[in-house]
């Protein structure tokens, strides 16, 4: 298995199991999309709670360029932390939600 698909893969599981251990609420659905052709991988909330809408993204990974680039984390897990503990070398990881400027306060790619 080359680097690409195992990235992809790890990125799969990842968001996969942080879906099935996760709590869900009210009539919230959870969904999965996985765009393999473009490397966009995201967890999405859907539904209502009570008589609020809710709708918004809880995970969004990217692959670009050969790294994993985490750009959004609506979660207390430290995803980098567990991409790294799966084998992921930390130049391999961007966190795409900080900006240029600060990733070179991380332990982790700039870009």
Not at 15 to 27: E, H
Not at 44 to 67: A, T
Not at 77 to 101: C, K, M, N, Y
Request: hydrophobic share 35%.
């Amino acid at each position: 298995m080359g680097k690409l698909e195992k990235y992809r893969e790890l990125v799969k599981n990842l968001i996969t199991d942080y879906t099935n251990t996760g709590t869900t609420r009210g009539d919230v659905e959870r969904q999965l999309m996985f765009d393999t052709e473009h490397d966009h991988y995201q967890l999405v909330n859907v539904g209502w709670e009570n008589r609020n809408r809710v709708y918004g993204c809880v995970l969004h990974f990217d692959i670009k360029d050969g790294k994993i680039w985490l750009q959004y984390n609506g979660t207390e897990i430290d995803f980098a932390r567990e991409l790294v503990r799966l084998g992921v070398p930390q130049q391999d990881i961007v966190i795409g939600f900080h900006s240029t400027w600060m990733r070179q306060f991380t332990e982790y790619a700039v870009s």
